[in-house]
T-cell receptor, first 114, second 111 residues
């Protein structure tokens, strides 16, 4: 199994540009999570999906952030327009049992907004 | 605010010394998970504890869940340089499906 696959690994963009992060969960996992990690705030849950349906997006910082899961094997997190304070590592994770078991994380996308 | 507190924030040990990190919740948890994140890496799931008073071992790692299901600990015996990283606990409240993450304990090991 290739694990959870995220792309790109690194993204440097200018303030105001649109950024799209991509994630392919493990086949058979029915829950998918988007996290943001910073030194100051640690791991923050942005949104999670069960069976491709968004269940809780209360962690999405503001309207500039949006996430989709059009099918069981693909999800995107979009930031438009990006701001320097969005700089962080963004992780995607997937899990079985509606997220009640351990999560498998992807390698993350390190986003830098200048 | 943060509802799962982890201490210490940092720990620096000599190789061969023991290490313990503690996780405390203000509310009762249905279960708790532990993860390890190597520098520059991603969190890796270690274990999940569900039962009150549960103790589980993985080689040199011992995990405990408190009787009241509000606290947990991870103990590493005779640390090695491969143990370097940040250890996170993540608890799930009884009435909520979301995991609440601690801020982690960063472990450094001097060879």
């Amino acid at each position: 199994d290739a694990g959870v696959i995220q792309s790109p690994r690194h993204e440097v963009t200018e303030m105001g540009q649109e950024v799209t992060l991509r994630c392919k969960p493990i086949s058979g996992h029915n829950s998918l999570f988007w996290y943001r990690q910073t030194m100051m705030r640690g791991l923050e849950l942005l949104i999670y999906f069960n069976n491709n349906v968004p269940i809780d997006d209360s962690g999405m910082p503001e309207d500039r952030f949006s996430a989709k899961m059009p099918n069981a094997s693909f999800s995107t997190l979009k930031i438009q327009p990006s701001e320097p304070r969005d700089s962080a590592v963004y992780f995607c994770a997937s899990s079985t049992h509606q997220g009640l078991s351990g999560y498998t994380f992807g390698s993350g996308t390190r986003l830098t907004v200048v | 605010g943060q509802q799962v507190m982890q201490i210490p924030q940092y720990q620096h040990v000599q190789e061969g010394e023991d290490f313990t990190t503690y996780c405390n919740s203000s509310t009762t948890l249905s279960n708790i998970q532990w993860y390890k994140q190597r520098p520059g890496g991603h969190p890796v799931f270690l274990i999940q504890l569900v039962k009150s008073g549960e103790v589980k071992k993985q080689k040199r790692l011992t995990f405990q869940f408190g009787e009241a299901k509000k606290n947990s600990s991870l103990h590493i015996t005779a640390t090695q340089t491969t143990d370097v990283g940040t250890y996170f606990c993540a608890g799930r409240k009884v009435d909520n499906r979301k995991l609440i993450w601690g801020l982690g304990t960063s472990l450094a090991v001097n060879p």
